[in-house]
Nanobody, 124 residues
């Protein structure tokens, strides 16, 4: 199993910045793609940004130029630097990772894992 623990959410004024972190732990063999999703009240969960193990990135159009995703492969950690925040960025942000595991002598192929979510509120 892989556990994802997020941190860094909170309340920020419009135009402000926040940095989210998500650390993966457990019987990790390899972490492939990592990403951030968000879900606002009454809306579907949507992709915010994703990054491959090689560092290629993908962003939702709504956050391009304002958010930056990065990762530290040695720490199995992904970050989301959010700047110029807007009220419409308010949502619960979820970390996602695709990873394979190895324990008790058995390899388990990649599957998707989710964090518990962290609230980001942009309001004056």
């Amino acid at each position: 199993q892989v556990q994802l623990v997020e941190s860094g959410g909170g309340l920020v004024q419009p135009g402000g910045s926040l940095r989210l972190s998500c650390a993966a732990s457990g019987s990790i063999f390899r972490i492939n793609n990592m990403g951030w999703y968000r879900q606002a009240p009454g809306k579907q969960r949507e992709l915010v940004a994703a990054i491959t193990s090689g560092g290629s990135t993908n962003y939702a159009d709504s956050v391009k130029g304002r958010f930056t995703i990065s990762r530290d492969n040695a720490k199995n950690t992904v970050y989301l630097q959010m700047t110029s925040l807007k009220p419409e960025d308010t949502a619960v942000y979820y970390c996602n990772a695709e990873g394979s595991t190895y324990y008790s002598g058995t390899y388990y192929p990649p599957r998707s894992y989710w964090g518990q979510g962290t609230q980001v509120t942009v309001s004056s």
